[in-house]
């Protein structure tokens, strides 16, 4: 069987809202991709930024140290051994005319003299370390002195760590002079470094950035030799330990370096890219949800038609029972094939019923409309609502009659209230043809009102089989049924609940539907006095 067009129209629109959240998705993904590939260069280049400035940093306060530290010491002490004189005390160089020594006596632990040709080391050092000395100190002298190195040397010796600057003046007699270096006094070297002049290269920034554009810190043996202003951000910095290729003298130091994230403009175009991932999220979500909107509303157009062809089915059904009675006997009249003057007052008596069915289903139509629209409007004027009651269940007798159906009254005289008598004679008309169509032929309806606390209240008792306590919000709505009903002979236009609602939500009142004491339903309807 071939799908209707409506059928085909909704599936392509719903295939094609598919295709829309997928494609959106897709998109979200690769511009969540490319942005997170393009943060990432950004940041690995900084980061390389980072480590560049740090090593220029170590490059520059190795070469202070030599310059400034080891070189003066390893003069002052050459010029007294070469002339004879023995290995001055520490405490003897204090005071010295030249002045590059007041950098160097920080520095220093100890002076020593290592003599090969006697196998010792004065004054006496710890004995992994002199071991060390003996062993190694004249052939690493020799060699890197052939190589042009620095003549500094860092020692592992018994589990300890030693950093010694020598001398190689007295080399060839077999004997090399140097001192033990205070690893705590290289920090000073370094804070003077990183404070006189920019440690990045001219071409980083255009030449725009400073020392305050990064964050470093160096430590040795877990203490902090220096530390800059700011903190580190492992987003843009570096963490690592110095080897070898740093040199000897921060050797295993450990180094932080970060560039400030406001710097990160000057050394990549544009900065780092922020993470538009909130904004991608809120666009997939959106799209996601305008899709479930447009399913919601695609789902509610299909049950609008099918109500509407329920609607349509129901008021052709009501208008076509009627109007076939009332054609039927009319007939029959004008024919005169009534065979006694009670058939032919009978006969009368159907049309009337089937008229009044009419008028009331076309009434009920049309205030449906007008509420569709919001053009329902009432006059509230101060009346007797019981004789608006009396006259509407008068009015309504031929149609119960004819189910047999005996209606019973509890209305007090002169019950006042402020209600539109039209409105309310269509309210109970509504409420006793539900009665009459889902109840039992020949029950007995009970119609009470009363008035107290400033409330307007009529019940409507039937003696049907009820209305399930799930069901009783829905019956409410417009071209609602009962799961229980949808199979049956009981039709109806399924808007006769839904205008009392709107008659009731209009007088400031409310309505429900409760269990009755003949176990059927009672509707009772509520506004203010």
Not at 176 to 204: E, H, Y
Not at 381 to 392: C, E, F, K, L, S
């Amino acid at each position: 069987m071939a799908a209707a067009p409506d059928d085909r129209r909704i599936a392509a629109i719903v295939i094609l809202l598919g295709l829309s959240v997928g494609l959106t998705a897709l998109l979200t993904w690769q511009a969540v991709t490319e942005g997170s590939s393009r943060r990432f260069a950004a940041q690995r280049t900084i980061r390389d930024f980072a480590a560049i400035a740090t090593d220029e940093l170590i490059r520059r306060a190795a070469t202070d140290i030599e310059g400034y530290g080891f070189a003066p010491m390893r003069q002052a002490l050459a010029s007294r051994l070469t002339r004879g004189q023995p290995l001055p005390a520490l405490g003897d160089l204090r005071g010295e005319s030249e002045p590059r020594l007041d950098y160097s006596l920080p520095l220093v632990r100890q002076l020593f003299i290592v003599d090969i040709t006697t196998k010792s080391v004065m004054p006496p050092v710890p004995k992994p370390l002199e071991s060390w000395m003996l062993a190694h100190l004249l052939p690493v002298a020799r060699e890197r002195r052939r190589n042009g190195d620095p003549q500094a040397v860092r020692v592992d010796a018994g589990g300890e760590q030693y950093l010694i600057a020598y001398g190689v003046a007295l080399i060839d007699s077999g004997r090399i002079f140097g001192f033990m270096i205070n690893d705590a006094a290289l920090g000073p070297f370094v804070q003077r470094t990183f404070a006189r002049r920019s440690i990045f290269p001219p071409s980083a920034g255009d030449g725009r950035l400073t020392n305050r554009d990064v964050f470093v810190s160096v430590a040795m043996h877990g203490r902090t030799l220096f530390q800059s202003p700011g903190r580190f951000d492992p987003d843009f910095g570096v963490t690592r330990t110095l080897g070898a290729d740093h040199g000897d003298v921060f050797r295993g130091a450990a180094v932080q370096a970060s560039i400030v994230r406001a710097a990160a403009p000057a050394l990549v175009i544009g900065g780092v890219p922020e993470s538009r991932m909130p904004l991608y999220l809120a666009l997939l979500l959106t799209t996601a949800g305008l899709v479930v909107a447009a399913a919601y509303l695609l789902r509610r157009e299909r049950q609008l038609v099918r109500l509407r062809a329920d609607f349509i089915s129901g008021v052709s059904h009501e208008l076509r029972t009627p109007l076939t009675q009332i054609r039927m006997f009319a007939e029959t009249l004008l024919l005169d094939r009534v065979r006694s003057a009670e058939e032919g007052r009978r006969s009368l008596e159907i049309i009337d019923q089937e008229a009044r069915r009419l008028s009331h289903l076309v009434d009920n139509v049309l205030l449906y409309a007008r509420g569709e629209r919001g053009a329902l409007q009432f006059d509230r004027t101060p009346g007797d609502a019981g004789a608006v009651i009396r006259q509407t269940i008068e009015q309504f007798m031929p149609m119960a009659s004819s189910k047999k159906v005996v209606i019973d009254t509890v209305v007090p005289p002169q019950l006042t209230a402020r209600v539109d008598a039209d409105a309310w004679k269509q309210v109970l008309l509504n409420l006793l043809d539900n009665a009459v169509k889902y109840g039992p032929p020949g029950q007995t309806i009970r119609v009470a009102a009363s008035a107290h606390d400033g409330v307007f209240r009529m019940e409507v008792d039937d003696e049907g089989p009820g209305v399930p306590e799930s069901e009783r919000e829905q019956i409410w709505e417009k071209f609602v049924r009962l799961e229980r009903d949808r199979e049956t002979h009981n039709a109806g236009t399924g808007i006769g609940l839904a205008v009392v609602r709107d008659i009731v939500a209009l007088h400031g009142g409310r309505c429900w539907v409760e269990d009755a004491p003949s176990r059927g339903s009672r509707f009772v309807v509520e506004v203010p006095r």
